[in-house]
């Protein structure tokens, strides 16, 4: 059945129908869709996983990105980070990231390279696509077999869900100020933890000059309709809201001001990730930092977006500053977050981080404790040695 006249639909109702080529959707629906970028990151070619396609329908709609496990710390993740260029080259695909000047992570590089579009669909081998939906692109991780099948067919199905609409009613500080591109991608990174299945801002101003600003290939935007149907409409006052943490193991109802957690010692301190690495929060971190020492026996990790968002932040003095502080800066990975390659905890030890995950082993040992918290709070608590309210060190 496709999409009858005066029907509303909502954002994300509205790119699913028009990459099923105008199909109706309706929550519950089971929807084919046309994907506009697929993209990779190197843990798709690990061998154990890795079965070649027998064919590549849009070499144009792919993109490879070297993120989790970089450089490579094994010779089988070596071999990984080999097979993913061997078919970069032979299937004639372009938007290939290699370990360098050009690297990150591989969210932070979508939002760099526009290669999330509005009105699209995007999908991803990682759970925290659900970043690229500040495009206003309904973007959504995936596992194996369906990215081989995007390669393949250049399609995917998901089920329509019931959409919750979010009002931001006020600005932080100056009246008519609007969320920065990066805070909307924070947003939309941490949806995945809300099990969100695509969390998608409207087009505005901020987002046509941003996409402008990168050469972004031509889209359509998509607004929803006025009497689009949610399944609740929710109202935030950002004018209010106060630095808060989430307490190991779990997001959802687990989080509480700074004050309720203050004192907690920790061993490690963690800023990056797809979700926090970006320039605005290396520049929080360093002005929190800036002139004061990391407390004796903490490990603060500091790891850019990108390659590119590292150099910025050096010629910036961003990292200078901290590492005179007592920082750690390391080359643009998903490293600690994952806990994957570096950072480790070990067994009774603390970290607060402002990355995406703090449930049990997620950083290393099963027997840590993982409190995540925003770069400011973080910085401050890395220099306190206890999870500690940034405007202890920085002017709220």
Known sequence: MYLEEGQKMNVVEKILSA???????????LVTVDVATAVMHDLFFIKVLWREPLKVLHPDRLVIIFD?????????????????RDFAQHVGIRRFHDIGIDGGICHQI???????????????????????????????????LDMTAAITTGKNWFQVGETIRYEFESAFSEPGAALSMNARRTLCTMATELSAEFAVFEFDEQLRQFLAERGARPYTPVMPD????????????????????????????????????????????????CANGTLDDLEVAASVVAGHKVAPGVRFIVTPASQAIYLEASRRGYLATLVEAGAIVTNS???????????????GETCITASTRNFKGRMGSKDAKIYMASPATVAASALRGEITHPSHFLAM
């Open 110 to 144: 979508i939002a760099d390279k526009a290669y999330a579009l509005p009105g699209t669909v995007l999908t991803c081998t990682d759970s925290h696509t659900s970043s690229a939906g500040a495009f206003n692109c309904a973007a959504r991780g995936t596992a194996q």
């Open 333 to 347: 990975t998903c490293g600690p977050c994952a806990g994957v390659s570096f950072g480790s905890l070990a067994a």
């Open 68 to 84: 989790h496990i970089v450089p490579g710390n094994t010779p089988e993740m070596a071999e990984a980070h080999q097979r993913a």
């Open 19 to 29: 990459s099923a080529q105008g199909q109706m959707v309706r929550p519950g629906d």
């Open 226 to 273: 006025a009497n689009a149907r949610y399944l609740d409409v929710r109202r935030i006052d950002l004018g209010v809201i106060e630095p808060l943490v989430a307490k190991p193991d779990r997001v959802v109802k687990n989080s509480v001001p700074v004050g309720d957690v203050a004192g907690i010692r920790i061993q490690q301190a963690f800023i990056g990730s």
